[in-house]
T-cell receptor, first 117, second 113 residues
Framework: NAGVTQTPKFRVLKTGQSMTLLCAQDMNHEYMYWYRQDPGMGLRLIHYSVGEGTTAKGEVPDGYNVSRLKKQNFLLGLESAAPSQTSVYFC????????????????FGAGSRLTVL | KNQVEQSPQSLIILEGKNCTLQCNYTVSPFSNLRWYKQDTGRGPVSLTIMTFSENTKSNGRYTATLDADTKQSSLHITASQLSDSASYICVVFHNTNAGKSTFGDGTTLTVKP
């Protein structure tokens, strides 16, 4: 089982360029999330999806767009990259909402390191 | 404001020693709390999950406690190993269906030989 796979692992952009990060999960999970992690700060939720065809804003959505056309894929797009978007991006998925009690667990990808010059 | 505060920010211990990491939260309504381990350059991996009614849960050498009244949790690591060197993140999940959660900034643990 691959779990959650993120591509690319590393990317360097110039200010104003656009790019898309791809997250793929093979666990048939309903929920998918995109986070960013900056030094000295906890993971912050950018956008999330509760099912195919749905997306919702998280804590820090500005400057990002997402799409969930297929259940197994969750794409994060940067239309016009800015240096403030230099970060490590993590995708995660879960079988149920993270707020439900029980054994559901967020499964994270290995991360995508993005540098915007 | 929903917050999760972890302490200490960093910790260095010798191999074989025990240590305890703290997590205080103000998240409401509360659903459950999880501790994650994040190795350098990797994504976080779940260690334990604590629901409102649980006080203690163990996973090998890791033991998590939860006091829902004082809104505090701790992660105790017994007989530390070099492979325990990582960042330990406390995550509190809100009692909603939208998967909302608040992450702590993490405690960086370094285990030295």
């Amino acid at each position: 089982n691959a779990g959650v796979t993120q591509t690319p692992k590393f990317r360097v952009l110039k200010t104003g360029q656009s790019m898309t990060l791809l997250c793929a999960q093979d666990m048939n999970h309903e929920y998918m999330y995109w986070y960013r992690q900056d030094p000295g700060m906890g993971l912050r939720l950018i956008h999330y999806s509760v099912g195919e065809g749905t997306t919702a804003k998280g804590e820090v959505p500005d400057g990002y767009n997402v799409s969930r056309l297929k259940k197994q894929n969750f794409l994060l797009g940067l239309e016009s990259a800015a240096p403030s978007q230099t970060s490590v991006y993590f995708c995660a998925s879960s079988s149920l909402a993270g707020g439900s009690s029980g054994a559901n667990v967020l499964t994270f990808g290995a991360g995508s390191r993005l540098t915007v010059l | 404001k929903n917050q999760v505060e972890q302490s200490p920010q960093s910790l260095i211990i010798l191999e074989g020693k025990n240590c305890t990491l703290q997590c205080n939260y103000t998240v409401s309504p509360f659903s459950n709390l999880r501790w994650y381990k994040q190795d350098t350059g990797r994504g976080p991996v779940s260690l334990t999950i604590m629901t409102f009614s649980e006080n203690t849960k163990s996973n090998g050498r890791y033991t998590a406690t939860l006091d829902a009244d004082t809104k505090q949790s701790s992660l105790h690591i017994t007989a530390s190993q070099l492979s325990d060197s990582a960042s330990y993140i406390c995550v509190v999940f809100h009692n909603t269906n939208a998967g909302k959660s608040t992450f702590g900034d993490g405690t960086t643990l370094t285990v030295k030989p």
